[in-house]
């Protein structure tokens, strides 16, 4: 018991301290260890809520360093869990500070057959598919990034690009993610930019291809309600300096 104690003093003061050299930078942090193994502990008291009053929908963070930029989301919702884990976490960087599409993460976004071919194995049957369906990812998708290709980015990567995704001790839904900046192209030493963060949610999507197909002039889709009472995305800002 008293080892127990101990650990968990050491835990929280180690922490304490840690978060002790996190300066602000407009909405993001800069000075933030982070390792990208989806626990989320590093960032403790630094991810802000989104939801109505004392329900948490979700949560988020993003903070860089020297080299990286670092991105935290918890995802307490179940209904928006599953819609996180079927159309990805989003991470989008805009480099004009700009609440425009920049360069764009997506992940978990699993493979199409492996999900036809688990949900025709599981009919009728009441399972958890969640560990599954972020285990059938296949990569990173990414566009608008400098170096990379737009599409399937290997999980393995030679870039440092790197996403994790878990569920947690209390059936949150965890992600963490870490951006090399030296794929999204800063023009100088000291830039402020726009980060969006969320989940591609169904809605999302529709709105999307309706909106590229009025540009195009396209078949028109019908103009549906988002069916969250929360944001289910948000804008940060902040100067990055390398």
Known sequence: MRKIILYLFLFFTLTAHAQESVQKSGDLYKGLSVEVDAELDEWAELLTPVGNGEDTAWSHAVAFDAENLYIAMRIKDKILQQEAIRGGLLVNVNMKNKKQDGSLLLFPVPDRELVKEFTN????????????????????????????????LSLENTYGL??????????????????PLSTLAL????????????????????QRIRN????????????LKNPY??????????EIDE
């Open 121 to 152: 194995e599981n009919k009728n049957q009441n399972k958890d598919a969640r560990a599954a369906l972020i285990d059938f990812a296949r990569g990173y998708q990414v566009k608008g990034f400098d170096r990379l290709l737009d599409g399937l």
């Open 162 to 179: 790197k996403a994790k995704v878990k569920i947690g001790d209390d059936d949150e839904l965890n992600y963490e993610a870490k951006i």
């Open 187 to 206: 023009n100088n030493s000291k830039q402020t930019i726009a980060v969006r963060v969320g989940v591609n949610t169904q809605w999302m999507q529709i």
């Open 212 to 223: 590229n197909n009025r540009r195009g002039q396209g078949r028109s889709i019908q103009n």
């Open 229 to 238: 009472d929360f944001d289910i995305d948000v804008w940060l800002e902040g």
